[in-house]
């Protein structure tokens, strides 16, 4: 969960290389009012396109490639299912365009914010471990998708999952129904099996015996979600176990990694396990960075005159980033349309939970 790039700003529309550029999906910003928060989070929606719209770039820096996008265009016709869309801690939405542009392509709208406190540019130890406003954040993006005039009738309420990566697949399994409990987060930081992660917040001041327990234990389920695919995700050897076996949506893990090698702090065959019915998959030759954008042929320079040593541009085996987000995107695609391809019944549906309204 350390900050991905924390010396380099995302630029949101821009020109250069790019990563994926056919058939690009129809995009725009909006706001979403996060009462968690008390303040406005800024999404980006990524959606089949119609008619109109603007040729234009987003998540293109010194580092990573972009995406290209139709900005403003009207959305094409019918209602589609919705992924909501959760980056790891120090990351940027728009750096997951190469995901959400292949999700739009399989017929999805993708919505993700950037969560205040744990995005590039905007992370610190102290903010980072407040983990639920996290999941409250994302309640709070689909209330906002669904009622805005632009794309709000072209998503069906009724089919909606998430998708998260690190931090964000922590985000994913809490809207499912996943509690971490805070003296087990604790326990684990101090034993030898800690992770960076743990020494990260150390670093930060961050006291894990006194964390607000209350807040960081507490259900953030939304109801309103009815499947989630969760990439490494953050806190794996501190979820309390009966809130997983609990969990009654479709979930799918993946591991980024070969067993046996994967990061403790994310390993989730334990978690999949435990949840009813749950799907779990690895990448073997990728490691825990791989879900980030494209790199430039000149990341790796541009890494080391930052003076950031974590091998954001590496991967685990010899083939390269593009290959592996083709098979990532192939698992998350085909997880979503298994369960989200038909409408749920209505028994599924609820209210929002009380951190969305």
């Known amino acids: 969960m350390k900050p991905v790039i924390p010396f380099l700003a995302m630029v949101l529309l821009g020109a250069s290389e790019i990563a994926y550029a056919a058939d690009p999906a129809g995009f725009r910003t909006l706001s979403a009012r996060a009462p968690e928060r008390g303040s406005d989070l800024t999404v980006l929606v990524w959606y089949p396109a119609g ?12 580092l990573f490639r972009g995406t290209r996008v139709k900005a403003d265009a009207a959305p094409a016709e019918g209602r589609h299912p919705l992924v909501l869309l959760s980056h790891g801690s120090g990351g940027h939405a728009a750096n997951l365009g190469w995901i959400a542009s292949r999700l739009v392509a399989e017929g999805f709208v993708v919505a993700a914010p950037n969560h205040p ?21 994302i309640s709070a993006v689909l209330t906002a998708v669904v009622a805005d005039p632009a794309v709000g009738a072209g998503i069906d309420p009724d089919r909606v999952g998430v998708l998260g990566f690190s931090l964000g697949g922590y985000t994913a399994l809490a809207l499912a129904g996943a509690r ?16 960076p992660e743990c020494a990260w ?5 961050v006291n894990l015996r006194s964390l607000d327990a209350e807040r960081f234990n507490r259900q953030n389920r939304d109801p309103r979600v009815r ?25 799918h893990i993946i591991n980024l990694g070969r067993p046996g090698w994967i ?34 042929p000149e990341g790796a320079a541009v890494l080391k005159a930052e003076g950031d040593e974590d091998p954001l541009c590496d991967d685990g085996g010899s083939r390269p980033r593009a290959a ?11 997880a979503f349309k298994r ?18 309204r």
């Not at 990061?263 to 690895?282: H, R």
């Not at 987000?325 to 085909?334: C, F, V």
Request: charged residues 20%.
């Open 51 to 62: 008619e109109g719209g603007k040729p234009a770039v987003i998540g293109d820096n010194p």
């Open 117 to 137: 406190g744990s995005t590039t540019g905007d992370a610190s130890q102290a903010s980072t471990i407040k983990i639920w406003n996290r999941p409250a954040d």
């Open 180 to 195: 971490v409990d805070a003296a087990g987060y604790a326990r684990y930081c101090e034993s030898g099996a800690a992770g």
């Open 201 to 205: 917040f150390a670093r930060g001041g």
């Open 227 to 251: 499947m989630a695919v969760s990439v490494d995700p953050a806190f794996a050897r501190a979820y309390d176990r009966a809130s997983l076996s609990g969990i009654s949506v479709p979930t």
């Open 263 to 296: 990061i403790p702090a994310v390993e989730g065959s334990a978690l999949a396990e435990a949840i009813p019915g749950a799907e779990y998959e690895t990448v073997p030759d990728a490691i825990h960075f791989s879900f980030l954008g494209e790199c430039k």
């Open 324 to 334: 592996l987000h083709a098979e990532l995107a192939s698992m998350i695609a085909a």
């Open 339 to 356: 369960h989200l391809q038909e409408r749920p019944g209505a028994e599924a549906s609820g209210p929002a939970p009380e951190s969305a």
